[in-house]
């Protein structure tokens, strides 16, 4: 498959420029295509193909050799380079998705500089080689923009499946762990205690008959040391017994020990339970564990190694929880604290599936960077069954952290791609207008940049963003009208700029929302773009109108059927930005689904290992341990050594069952856990 993948394109292209070139000469009969001009098309197509089929390989290498090639094709017509040409984009796509960031701003520079050598050389020198040098210039910024931000997906999901294959890890040694720490803490606890009692009873059975004293010395020993043994066993049964995988367990053990097994993956938990949340179960605790441990999967997602602290209060006349869980965002290696990725946390399944939980019980919730921009925040608050809140309809609005995440985040984070792609909306209609009218490009460069600026926050507020885009679509008929511009450049400014509004209407698909929120946008659109035609139209004829008032009526009717003829691009555009937001959503919510899932199912493997061991404990260790201090009581020393013996003989077999390592042949049960989506890379 992955041959196929390398190869594919690269046959593709080369196919496409024989088929052009030297394909239609050939069917046309033209007499300047000869022997040599066909083995050469040959040997550059075939070269060309080779150099793009080692792209993923070595990217760098097969950049260059594509332009050696393409130099190299200069003494051929200018139409056999013509779809080899891109080849020039697809290898530095490569570099940049493949290469860190200071290579591809190496490789790509030195591209356009031979591209704009080889035009000076193919062109005559002037304007037009200038204009093909700039738009080169353009398209090369844009990929690199481009492939940097598929880079980046691709380091997450890496990311993201070095996480799940730590837990994962971590999950299949769990039980084991938690045998070794037992198996310690049984033979500190206990196995001294009745060892000692063993040899006292012993003693004072060999010499008794000389020392009667000691009979009684020993039987108090045994009696008191019996009860201090069953008592610190009887405190580790219990504590066995109760688990973060148990539903019906305290909310704070649970979030206890959830908070060990997100610290075994590499982050710091600290956890701070007040003592009215201690014994808080119910519909409400398991709202508020779900959120936490939803919060830590996230922290550990996008700042990784960082400090979580985790906060519980809950009140004790209505039964109300706060949680607050907050990272310090010091792994996430951005200025703040607060990396990119995590900046757009907010419209993620994550963040919704909190906030549902919380609205559910008729509580809020607020997530997005701290007031001091170093880290996350999440916090909720949860109303008890007995709560006012609790009753009343969910629909609470964001609270003010999350509006302060709202009103910076459009001011952080400008990525890469987004200025790559501002800029070629910007520069394609001032080189509409360079063809058709040299003299206007000073006046086309102000409404080309404001029609284009917006895009660079097309991630951050896309609806903000689109109403932009059309308001500055009007720059051109008022130009227009006021005589700033003339019908050319205005019409070409009013063309080129309608790329702008689809890539505002891919990025609200793409970023503001589901499907069902978004659809409006392609009718929205396909209005904002009919009326500003009409516009256009009206101030070119405007004298005109003004003398026939039917052509009013026309100018609707036209508008009309412009604006239903733009219904399908706006669509296209538009279904293309939901099926890439659908299938982010579908990658990350899988990654975090079985990250989370991976981590309970350690805790919940400890747990039964914990309850497994404590069955043993009670049915074996304590039964002796309890009979010792009765044969004490009774003052029966044989009675004491014998149960002492049997409880230390007892312990020892527990022990060695804890400590029993599974012979090589010997497969342990392993449960089947959701893999993430394999992102091609």
């Known amino acids: 498959m992955e041959r196929i993948r390398n190869w594919l394109l690269p046959v593709l292209t080369a196919a496409l420029q024989l088929a052009y070139w030297p394909g239609r000469a050939l069917r046309e009969d033209d007499p300047a295509v000869g022997a040599v001009q066909l083995v050469a098309a040959l040997t550059a197509a075939a070269a060309l193909t080779a150099a793009l089929a080692a792209r993923r390989r070595r990217p760098v290498a097969a950049a260059l050799a594509v332009e050696v090639v393409l130099i190299a094709c200069l003494p051929l017509p200018q139409d056999a380079t013509l779809v080899h040409a891109l080849g020039v984009l697809i290898a530095l796509y490569s570099v940049a998705v493949r290469c860190p960031g200071r290579t591809a701003a190496v490789v790509g520079p030195v591209l356009a500089v031979c591209e704009a050598g080889r035009s000076v050389l193919v062109l005559e020198p002037g304007v037009e080689a200038a204009g093909e040098a700039a738009v080169n210039c353009v398209l090369f910024l844009t990929v690199v923009g481009l492939g940097r931000s598929r880079r980046r997906w691709l380091a997450g999901r890496r990311t993201a499946a070095r996480d799940l294959a730590r837990a994962e890890s971590e999950r299949a040694r769990a039980a084991l762990t938690e045998r070794e720490r037992l198996a310690r803490e049984l033979h500190d606890v206990s196995a001294h205690h009745l060892t000692s009692v063993v040899v006292t009873a012993d003693a004072a059975l060999r010499l008794g008959d000389r020392k009667p004293e000691l009979s009684a010395q020993a039987l108090e020993f045994a009696a008191d040391t019996g009860r201090e043994t069953s008592a610190a066993l009887y405190r580790l049964v219990a504590l066995m017994r109760t688990s973060a995988a148990d539903e019906e367990s305290p909310l704070g053990e649970r979030v206890a020990e959830l908070s060990a097994g997100f610290a075994r993956l590499g982050l710091h938990p600290a956890v701070r339970v007040a003592p009215e949340a201690a014994p808080l179960t119910g519909p409400t605790a398991e709202a508020a564990f779900a959120i936490v441990r939803e919060a830590l999967t996230n922290a550990l997602r996008y700042a990784p190694g960082s400090t979580v602290r985790i906060h519980i209060l809950a009140g004790t006349a209505d039964g109300t929880v706060d949680v607050t869980v907050e990272d310090d965002g010091a792994a996430g290696g951005v200025p703040g604290g607060v990396p990119a990725a995590r900046q757009r946390l907010g419209g993620g399944r994550g963040t919704v599936g909190m906030r549902e939980r919380a609205t559910a019980l008729g509580g809020t919730l607020a997530a997005g960077p701290r007031p001091d921009g170093a880290g996350w925040a999440v916090r909720a608050h949860l109303p008890g069954a007995t709560s006012p809140l609790h009753r009343q309809s969910a629909h609470h609005g964001p609270g003010p952290l999350h509006q302060r995440a709202l009103r910076h985040r459009a001011l952080r984070g400008l990525d890469l791609s987004d200025g790559a792609v501002a800029l070629a909306v910007a520069t394609l209609p001032v080189f509409a207008v360079v063809v058709e009218e040299p003299a206007a490009v000073a006046l086309a460069c102000g409404p080309a940049v404001a029609h284009a600026l917006g895009l660079l926050w097309r991630r951050r507020a896309p609806w903000a963003v689109l109403c932009a885009v059309l308001a500055t679509a009007w720059l051109a008929p008022l130009g227009l009208a006021f005589g700033l511009l003339s019908p050319d450049v205005a019409l070409c400014l009013f063309v080129a700029g309608a790329v702008a509004e689809c890539v505002a209407v891919y990025a609200v698909g793409a970023f503001a929302g589901p499907a069902g929120v978004t659809w409006p946008v392609i009718g929205a659109a396909a209005a904002g773009l009919s009326l500003s035609c009409l516009a256009l139209a009206a ?128 497969v342990p049960e392993q449960r089947p856990h959701p893999q993430p989506v394999p992102v091609p890379s």
């Open 539 to 666: 101030a070119d004829g405007m004298a005109q109108l003004a003398e026939d008032g039917g052509g009013v009526g026309l100018l609707l009717f036209l508008g009309a059927v412009v604006g239903v003829a733009f219904l399908p691009p706006m669509a296209a555009f538009w279904g293309l930005g939901a099926a890439v937001r659908a299938r982010r959503e579908r990658v990350r919510a899988w990654e975090d689904h079985a990250l989370t899932a991976t981590v309970w199912s350690a805790v919940a493997e400890a747990h039964e290992e914990r309850r497994r061991i404590a069955v043993e404990l009670r049915g074996q260790v304590l039964r002796h341990a309890d009979a010792v201090v009765a044969r004490a009581e009774a003052g029966d020393l044989g009675g004491v050594a014998t149960e002492a013996r049997a409880g230390l003989s007892a312990m020892r077999e527990l022990l060695a069952a804890l400590r029993e390592v599974t012979a090589p042949g010997d």
